[in-house]
């Protein structure tokens, strides 16, 4: 790559309390990518995430956004520096409507002009939102809360959205529908880093995965030369 | 006893609730949005009423403007209070703890500074208003009323400010979800500092309403806040429109039970009812179990 | 996890209990007696209220309770039915165990800290406010007077042990006594099978529950022990001091005082208690003179150790800093509270 890519992470390691959770990580994410994070549970993939967001500590490494490191970056200037985050589980603001969970999207003053327009955008992606505005957020299907949760992170109209798990515990029908919205997204111009576990939901719409291990990078490239790889077999197959 | 008299102490069971609910949504707001039990709440209270009662006894300055300014003292109290311990606690390990403990130990260094401060003699500031009003045969001083009517627009301002405003969404989303308002913007520690403030200031804002009607001590906090904490929990801890309602049930139940059974077992009755529900509805009477 | 002593350990017990031991021997000064028997009957006090919330992790802010039930049991039926002292502290001490299972029952349906602690202040203040108001029985805040005092009698190295205000030798020994007792009861159930669930449930009660821990058997076994403790405590405090008033009973200073001693001491290990106890009642005869000081220090020393010193002055020693630890679970950060 000759340009510098857009997000670089090296070396990363973090912490929870005595217990390291990642060994020396390193990945980089370019403009208008889209990365899958891949590795079994407990692995470290929501960590990796997490510490780029700031919402975990890191003990050492760095994480070049945009040329800015961003170690001491905290959690709520992210959104300013062009980076959002879909949450495992969605997390959504439970006793909140639909329509006030999406405006928190644009919460941060860098992010809160033109938020009709923005609304309009994000409206245009997920039609169904528009229709169901005023329901409580926590009491929708965990389909219709993805999209949500997925809605509220577009707002601020990202460079860079990190999604945990967006797959998580929904029905196949959804995953699709949900993996159709990422391509979406990606071709308006957003890089996407995703995790999964499952290697082939995956690589439907990833250019680039990497393979996370007990908290070590095993691996990176393309779906077809992961899945072909001995190392994901070894690792998702025990062989 | 005469209907009118029994209807007399219901609603001054009413306009007592609704002081209990002042206090009583501030500890439900502290404890919706950062989890901490704060056992120094009552001491804002109690400090809100020598706020006011040094402002106007000892100073002379008009209520209107005295009680004002004993809101934003109240305020910056407790923000400063919050930044000072709180803020730290909530980093470490064990702080569910930590920060019980801690505001255990502000009450009581609390209350004995007042002590130095004003000495233990019992203080009162002068009615506000004088005069009573009398409708079918119930008398109601006009103390009294100003103090609902003072309730009534302090809920209705914290209802708007909760409801329409930046800085409501943001204490509600962090309450909900404090990594999730995070990453959209919302930086917890400035939204945990405000919130302090404006339950200091509830507390206030209440012992200003009582001082003329309720002696000031520096222990009138610590009985405040047991009624403080029977409204919580009749209101599901941490819910704001569940303290409305529980201070006010919690009320007309102490007025009507004094009058079955005498004064002195008012506090057992408080208790007794907050025991009961802890033992039916751990969650409160109106949230849901979650 | 309360593994045995190390010899030096022991040693260094061995030589306190024989100095507390030979102490009247070589000073009859009644003042330091009392300051000790104060320190004893606090230590107990403080260890019982550390059993439950530092080793089992329930944090309860009512144990006052149990102490004043203890007092005014033992007193009233001393006074009443003529029983000596020797009896009805035991029978106190019963009543209060009663007590603690009564309020121990709730608060076991109970997962969240805040309410907890809540019911277990109104608890206490229902206590306070009932012995109180009973003024038939209690004589209120008049206080209730003419407690019997133990019994005296002969031992053969010691010669006669009396319990007189003026000589304390006999009250002295016998907290000693039930102090030696209590921290044995606190080892022996921390050594136990239940000890292991209960230090378990402290850490990661899910972790716990999934192993298939029956916590609430756990749990009221300690509140009951706990209670037991304290409410034998305050009974020889009732006979001891000779007046009881509920405010100096079953008030909340009491608590906080004693919460005050376990958090400077160290929480969540055997002997801080008991040191934190000994030092803040020094530190309260001291300031005798300084008497509207004296809660505003107490409030300093809470607010200090709290944000200073998380682990009291067990820090500064390696006896009294053997915490027990669990096997690492995964613990929730304050981050989430969902
Ligand atoms: N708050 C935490 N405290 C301690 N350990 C944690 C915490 N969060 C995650 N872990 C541990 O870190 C490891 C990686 O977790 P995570 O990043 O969530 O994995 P993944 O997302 O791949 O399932 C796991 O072993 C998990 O138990
Ligand atoms: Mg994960």
């Known amino acids: 790559m000759a340009e510098a890519p857009m997000l670089r992470v090296e070396n990363l390691n973090v912490l929870y309390g005595d217990f390291q959770i990642l060994w020396d990580v390193s990945m980089t994410v370019g403009a208008k990518e889209v990365v899958a994070v891949l590795g079994p549970n407990g692995s470290g993939k929501s960590t990796v995430l997490k510490a780029i967001m700031g919402l975990t500590p890191v003990r050492s490494g760095k994480i070049i956004f945009e040329g800015e490191d961003l170690t001491k970056v905290p959690t709520h200037e992210m959104v300013a520096r062009g980076i959002s985050m879909v949450l495992e589980r969605r997390r959504l603001f439970g006793a909140m409507t639909v329509r006030e969970n999406i405006l928190l999207g644009a919460y941060h003053r860098s992010v809160n002009k033109n938020t009709a327009s923005r609304l309009e955008w994000v409206e245009s992606l997920f039609p169904i939102l528009a229709e169901r505005r005023d329901q409580i957020a926590g009491r929708m299907s965990g389909g219709e809360q993805q999209m949500v949760a997925i809605a509220r992170s577009l707002m601020s109209r990202p460079r860079l959205l990190l999604m945990d798990e967006p797959y998580l515990g929904l029905a196949p029908r959804i995953v699709s529908q949900i993996a159709s919205i990422i391509q979406r997204i990606n071709q308006e111009g957003i890089s996407v880093v995703f995790n999964e576990q499952n290697v082939h939901l995956s690589f439907g719409v990833s250019h680039r995965g990497y393979l996370l291990e007990s908290g070590r990078m095993m691996l990176t490239g393309t779906g077809e030369e992961m899945i072909h790889s001995d190392v994901i077999r070894r690792v998702y197959l025990g062989v | 006893m005469t209907f009118s008299l029994f209807i007399e102490q219901i609603i001054n069971g009413l306009i007592i609730g609704s002081m209990y609910a002042l206090v009583g949504s501030g500890i439900a707001l502290i404890y919706g949005t950062m989890r901490v039990l704060n056992l120094a709440h009552g001491e804002f209270y109690m400090l809100g009423g020598y706020l006011v009662f040094f402002l106007v006894v000892t100073c002379g300055v008009p209520a209107y403007l005295a009680i004002p300014i004993a809101l934003l003292a109240a305020f910056l109290l407790g923000a400063l209070i919050q930044r000072l311990t709180i803020h730290y606690l909530l980093q470490r390990e064990g702080w569910a703890f930590s920060t019980i403990a801690v505001t255990l130990g502000l009450s009581i260094f609390l209350q004995n500074s007042a002590l130095l401060l004003f000495g233990e003699n019992v203080q009162s500031v002068p009615y506000y208003v004088t005069g009573i009003v009398e409708f079918a045969g119930v008398r109601i001083p006009m103390q009294r009323l100003l103090i609902l009517g003072v309730a009534i627009l302090t809920i209705a301002v914290m209802t708007y400010v909760l409801k329409a405003t930046r800085l409501g969404w943001a204490i509600r989303a962090t309450s909900q979800d404090r990594d999730a308002a995070a990453v959209v913007g919302i930086p917890a520690s400035r939204i945990y500092l405000i919130t302090f403030g404006i339950a200091a200031a509830l507390g206030a804002i209440a012992a200003a309403m009582m001082a003329p009607i309720y002696a000031i001590t520096p222990w009138s906090g610590l009985p405040i806040l047991f009624k403080g904490f029977v409204v919580v929990i009749l209101g599901g801890l941490g819910s704001f429109p569940g303290a409305i309602v529980g201070g006010l049930l919690l009320g007309v139940v102490e007025a009507v039970g004094v009058q079955l059974t005498s004064t002195e077992w008012r506090d057992v009755i408080a208790f007794a009812l907050m025991i009961a529900v802890i033992w039916v509805r751990p969650w409160g009477l109106f949230g849901s179990k979650s | ?338």
């Open chain 3, 1 to 338: 996890m309360f593994e045995p002593l190390r010899p030096w350990q022991w040693l260094l017990v061995a030589i306190t209990l024989a100095a507390l031991a030979a102490l009247p021997l070589l000073s009859s000064n009644s003042y330091v007696l009392h300051v000790l028997i104060l320190s004893m009957i606090f230590g107990i006090f403080a260890s019982a209220w550390n059993l439950v919330t530092g080793f089992a992790g329930l944090k309860t802010f009512g144990h006052h309770a149990f102490f004043g039930i203890g007092a005014y049991s033992s007193a009233l039926v001393a006074l009443h039915s003529g029983l000596s002292p020797w009896l009805t502290i035991w029978i106190a001490a019963l009543i209060a165990t009663v007590a603690g299972l009564f309020i121990g029952l709730p608060i076991l349906r109970i997962r969240s800290m805040p309410h907890v602690a809540i019911v277990t202040l109104g608890f206490a203040e229902i206590v306070r406010i009932t012995i109180s108001n009973l003024q038939s029985i209690t004589r209120g805040e008049l206080g209730l007077w003419g407690i019997p005092p133990f019994e005296s009698f002969t031992l053969p190295v010691l010669g006669e042990m009396k319990f007189t205000p003026a000589d304390k030798a006999g009250y002295y020994y016998l907290i000693l006594v039930l102090l030696v007792f209590s921290t044995g009861l606190i080892t022996l159930l921390m050594r136990s099978k239940s000890g292991l669930a209960l230090v378990a449930m402290r850490d990661a009660e899910d972790a716990a529950e999934s192993l298939g821990v029956n916590l609430t058997r756990h749990k009221l076994l300690v509140f009951g022990v706990s209670a037991f403790l304290v409410g034998l405590a305050g009974a020889f405090f009732g006979h001891y001091i000779g007046i009881l008033t509920p405010s100096a009973a079953v008030g909340p200073d009491l608590m906080i005082l004693v919460i005050a001693m376990a958090l400077v001491g160290g929480l969540g290990t055997l002997s801080g208690p008991l040191v934190g106890a000994l030092v803040l009642t020094c530190v309260v005869e001291l300031l005798r003179d300084l008497n509207d000081l004296r809660l505003l220090i107490y409030g300093a020393i809470i607010i200090t150790v709290v944000m200073f010193l998380p682990k009291g002055l067990a820090t500064l020693g390696p006896l009294v800093r053997r915490r027990i630890t669990y096997l690492r679970a995964p613990t929730t950060s304050p981050a989430k509270h969902l």
